[in-house]
T-cell receptor, first 113, second 111 residues
């Protein structure tokens, strides 16, 4: 089965940097996803890591260590609009095209001025 | 920009009634999904659909649920006899590559 752990809540101030951690256990690995979800809205895709290392995309970066079952999402130059839930997700099965995502409970980030 | 559309945005139904939630996935996508999110809880996978058949389903997706792609554009989720605990936001998603695109959801309230 799958198990995904993330902190429940984090707080930060505008302009700061925050790192949201995710640990996971899967029966097979087929990549790790991060999604952003504002309250009452749909999840939107942020990043996908399948190889170890850091992937940078603007103010957001995502890191993966497959051997440690660990990922983090790094948000730089925080803005008020970054207040949202950040969802770590993995496919439940490796090597299956189109497999769905299993989501963690999400980390609710509150950015204050 | 192409998007996944869902209707209705809100649905209130009486316990025991049947509901059909509708989705129009992005036109060139191949894989379609339904997820649900009970208020304050995590996004949960229900079912995936590929090549006109169910490819995966979760334990939540029991005999009360069914999915259909009645034509080339629509993808529906039917709940045959709704229960109070079916109250949730239901999200449709579609994809071809790695990124799944989610619709804005249907908020289902069972009273």
């Amino acid at each position: 089965g799958q198990n995904i752990d993330q902190p429940t809540e984090m707080t930060a101030t505008e302009g700061a940097i925050v790192q949201i951690n995710c640990t996971y256990q899967t029966s097979g690995f087929n990549g790790l996803f991060w999604y952003q979800q504002h309250a009452g809205e749909a999840p939107t895709f942020l990043s996908y890591n399948v190889l170890d290392g850091l992937e940078e995309k603007g103010r957001f970066s995502s890191f993966l260590s497959r051997s440690k079952g660990y990922s983090y999402l790094l948000l730089k130059e925080l803005q008020m609009k970054d207040s949202a839930s950040y969802l770590c997700a993995v496919p439940p099965r490796a090597n299956q095209a189109g497999t769905a995502l299993i989501f963690g409970k999400g980390t609710t980030l509150s950015v204050s001025s | 920009e192409p998007e996944v559309t869902q209707t209705p945005s809100h649905q209130v139904t009486q316990m025991g009634q049947e509901v059909i939630l509708r989705c129009v996935p992005i036109s060139n996508h191949l894989y379609f999904y339904w997820y649900r999110q009970i208020l304050g809880q995590k996004v949960e996978f229900l079912v995936s659909f590929y090549n006109n058949e169910i490819s995966e389903k979760s334990e939540i997706f029991d005999d009360q649920f069914s999915v259909e792609r009645p034509d080339g554009s629509n993808f529906t989720l039917k709940i045959r006899s709704t229960k109070l605990e079916d109250s949730a936001m239901y999200f449709c998603a579609s994809r071809t590559g790695a990124e799944a695109f989610f619709g804005q959801g249907t908020r289902l309230t069972v009273v």
